[in-house]
């Protein structure tokens, strides 16, 4: 590690903090068009890394893949990010504390933004872009799997920057286990870290740092089916939630299905699983219900895939990243929500129901950062909320939760302005009162 590169970022930021939004949105535009003029060079430093991929599970290697459909979402996520507010510089408050004297709440920059990920590249440029938005200084610490394309996204939002007029030492791109051992010790320099990645990763990012951390822990994510739920409504979100893309933390991991319901709505949901080779692993009840509402010949067709197995107490605090599946019947909404609460990560969670006060006890009870009512949890993600994309998912429950974009990235100072005023006046016996009046800005 070249901690002088580091101590540039941290110079660098002061300097970020304070560019313009032209600025800014000018390094965004020239970044998104070195990303579509460079697609042939990012592919084949892709084509290397998945080359020389081995012992990488299915579901790091989908990350680790890059296309030019994947960059060009990119390119979408950066022109969507220039169209949204500067988060910086803006009055979140203003009170008069006494005549003359007044209080603002103004929006700026974190400073500098530690970021260790795995697999996937793209998630270096959005990260980058969020940050230059932000106003903040980034030091990035990709997964050693993804080097050669980590590398030329680095260097072409490098050159990119330094040609908008900022400083290019505001991302910084460290590549070896080393680093991210050294990037722990940087809490003189690195004001956040955003760790990516399994609880375990999370635990010990945390464990062994000073710095503040912004943890994005696994997705163990639910759908729970109501028995007001719509057949048809629940089949397509639960369908979309596992199978749209398996291998990402906002995939539901475990589904919940009223007792009520169950007979009718678990053969069709499982025999749509098993025409896309979706491995089920499937509770006592659910299990029985499927054996007496489905021909034995299609049970045994589906055991001899290995699509069907029987569900163990680790399946319902696992994140598979794959096409897998635990489910579960509950006999009740608050038997749904202690499930959930007990064995969830916090991140996304879903109920598919028609009865509008079950949904509202749902999305207030269960403790997760999104919770959705009829609709897939894919829909946790920074570019589908309207962030522009994201750093991170945080789980935990600091100043930000959920997808983190833009406000995410951002904290805020006071500034007091006076006219010569003195706290004497405000003690003693003749102490003057403080006003404390909102102001309209």
Not at 48 to 62: F, P
Not at 67 to 78: A, L, Q, T
Not at 385 to 392: K, L, R
Request: net charge positive.
């Amino acid at each position: 590690m070249n901690l002088d590169n580091i101590r540039k970022a941290k110079v660098g930021s002061i300097e970020l903090a304070n560019a313009s939004i032209r600025m800014k949105n000018n390094a965004l535009k020239l970044i998104a068009d070195a990303l579509s003029k460079n697609k042939k060079k990012i592919l084949n430093a892709n084509k290397k890394d998945i080359y020389l991929a081995k012992g990488l599970s299915k579901a790091l290697l989908k990350r680790l893949e890059l296309d030019s459909v994947k960059i060009d979402e990119m390119v979408k996520g950066i022109k969507k990010l220039i169209k949204l507010d500067n988060p910086v510089g803006n009055v979140l408050s203003a009170v008069e504390i006494d005549k003359g004297l007044e209080l603002y709440k103004v929006s700026c920059p974190i400073g500098v933004i530690g970021v260790i990920f795995e697999s996937r590249p793209d998630a270096l440029v959005q990260i980058s872009s969020l940050c230059v938005k932000s106003g903040n200084a980034v030091i990035l610490k990709g997964g050693s799997e993804a080097t050669n394309s980590n590398r030329v996204l680095f260097n072409l939002i490098r050159s990119a920057i330094a040609k908008a007029g900022l400083p290019e030492a505001v991302v910084e791109l460290m590549q070896t286990r080393e680093d991210v051992k050294a990037i722990l010790k940087l809490n003189d320099y690195i004001d956040l870290l955003v760790p990516r990645g399994s609880n375990k990763f999370v635990k010990y990012i945390m464990d062994n740092t000073k710095i503040p951390v912004l943890g994005h822990s696994e997705g163990v994510c639910h759908v729970y089916v109501d028995k007001d739920a719509k057949l048809g409504t629940a089949v397509n979100v639960c369908f979309d939630a596992k199978c749209q893309y398996a291998a990402v933390c906002n995939a539901m991991e475990t589904l919940l299905v009223h007792k009520s319901i169950a007979k009718r709505f678990l053969p069709v949901i499982i025999r749509k699983y098993s025409e896309t080779n979706v491995e089920m692993r499937l509770d006592d009840e659910s299990r029985l219900i499927l054996e007496k509402s489905v021909n034995k010949k299609i049970i045994n067709n589906y055991k001899n895939k290995k699509t069907l197995k029987k569900a163990t107490g680790k399946d319902w605090k696992t994140e598979y990243n794959d096409m897998i599946v635990s489910i579960k019947v509950v006999s009740d909404l608050d038997e749904a929500i202690d499930h959930i609460n007990q064995y969830g990560s916090g991140h996304t969670d879903a109920i598919v129901t028609e009865n509008k006060s079950v949904a509202n006890k749902f999305m207030d009870v269960v403790d997760s950062g999104s919770v959705m009512w009829n609709c897939s949890t894919r829909f946790s993600d920074g570019f589908r909320y309207g962030f522009g994309a994201e750093v991170g998912i945080s789980t935990h429950k600091i100043h930000a939760r959920g997808p983190v974009g833009l406000e995410g990235l951002t904290i805020y100072k006071y500034k007091v302005i006076g006219t010569g005023h003195v706290v004497s006046d405000y003690s003693g016996r003749k102490a003057k009162k403080f006003i404390h009046r909102k102001i309209k800005w």
